[in-house]
């Protein structure tokens, strides 16, 4: 537990001052060694004993990946489209610390990657222009209450489709296709995520890894935090044993860190797609019309830019309607 190696070195720090002091001997307070703990301490907002997003074993929504057919980019007046026409800028709920896919760029300030360029793509179609969006960086775990209270006009942020949240949310078709994987330390035993039960792993707070890694068993001590940035960091710490989350976005911390590697087989689906409020279907279909069209041309192009370099060749996923 990392709770108990965390009282384990606060009692281990007890008896080395102790000692240093002599052990109530006639020691000058000038001789003291000075005791710093031997961990150092976590990042703000992590969760050591998370909150497991529940699963919908039943798949009560059928194909939860099976989404309203495209209805072309026209913008009838009245509509939701319409609206965002109106205002002139569309608003899109996005990470900013991840890798490849939403981050800020430390040289530019700019947010980049294949979630953002998505964005673009479809500000492109609708207003005539990329660059009007205005990004909301969100953490992943206000991804829906984002949607809910209607905040941003959607959300594109390495979202997986699930059931349990389309009963709060609207998604596109699928646009990119992942898999949980392990990320470790270049040089340690753990070669799977059966390796890894009872021992310290970090994942996304409120995220479907979560969900998948608690069905181990046994399963790891699971930590979550709000900034994926911190897993990594926890991981160089040797705080915990692995981060635990889509390959696509641990391949993008494996780049920035060569000390560390992604191992295993997947062992999850986690389709992604864009995330709409709930009711939007005019937005839905629009969204899904501008995806199809990626999906014939620049898809291949946003992918070798971001992606190909480090998951290798791959086709966009086929779209599903219901
Ligand atoms: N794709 C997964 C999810 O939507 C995990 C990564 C993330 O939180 O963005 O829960």
Not at 158 to 181: A, H, I, L, P, W
Not at 193 to 199: A, C, E, I, Q, R
Not at 229 to 250: G, M, P, Y
Not at 272 to 286: E, L, Q, S
Request: include cysteine; charged fraction near 25%.
């Amino acid at each position: 537990m990392m709770r108990s190696r965390i009282l384990s070195v606060l009692s281990a720090c007890l008896v080395a001052a102790t000692v240093a002091a002599g052990c109530g001997a006639d020691v000058a307070p000038g001789s003291m060694v000075p005791v710093r703990p031997a961990e150092r301490p976590l990042p703000g907002g992590v969760k050591l004993d998370p909150e497991v997003p529940k699963e919908n074993k039943d798949n009560d929504c059928g194909d939860p990946t099976a989404s309203l057919a495209p209805s072309g980019t026209s913008v009838p007046s009245g509509s939701t489209m319409d609206e965002i026409r109106k205002r002139g800028r569309l608003i899109a709920g996005v990470d900013q610390n991840t890798y490849l896919f939403g981050f800020r760029n430390p040289t530019t300030g700019e947010l980049e990657g294949f979630d953002i360029d998505i964005v673009r793509e479809i500000a492109e179609r609708l207003l005539g222009d990329r660059s009007k969006v205005q990004f909301k960086a969100l953490p992943a775990s206000q991804r829906i209450d984002a949607l809910k209270d209607g905040s941003v006009d959607l959300v594109a942020y390495t979202m997986t489709v699930t059931c349990e949240r389309r009963k709060d949310v609207e998604f596109s078709s699928v646009y990119f296709e992942s898999g949980q994987r392990i990320l470790v330390a270049k040089g340690s035993d753990y070669k799977k995520v059966s390796d890894l039960g009872n021992k310290p792993v970090c994942a996304p707070a409120e995220s479907t890894s979560l969900t998948n890694l608690a069905k181990e068993d046994p399963p790891p001590d699971l930590i979550a935090v709000d900034d994926l940035a911190d897993c990594l960091l926890l991981l160089q710490q040797r705080q915990v044993e692995a981060v635990s989350t889509d390959d696509s976005i641990l391949a993008g911390m494996a780049k920035q860190d060569p000390s560390v590697h992604v191992v295993g087989e997947q062992f999850s689906k986690e389709p992604y797609a864009i995330g709409i409020p709930k009711g939007n279907t005019d937005m839905v279909r629009y969204v899904n019309a501008v995806l199809d069209d990626i999906r014939n041309d620049e898809w291949d192009q946003l992918y070798g830019k971001w992606l190909e370099p480090v998951l290798g060749p791959a086709q966009p996923p086929a779209p599903k309607y219901r």
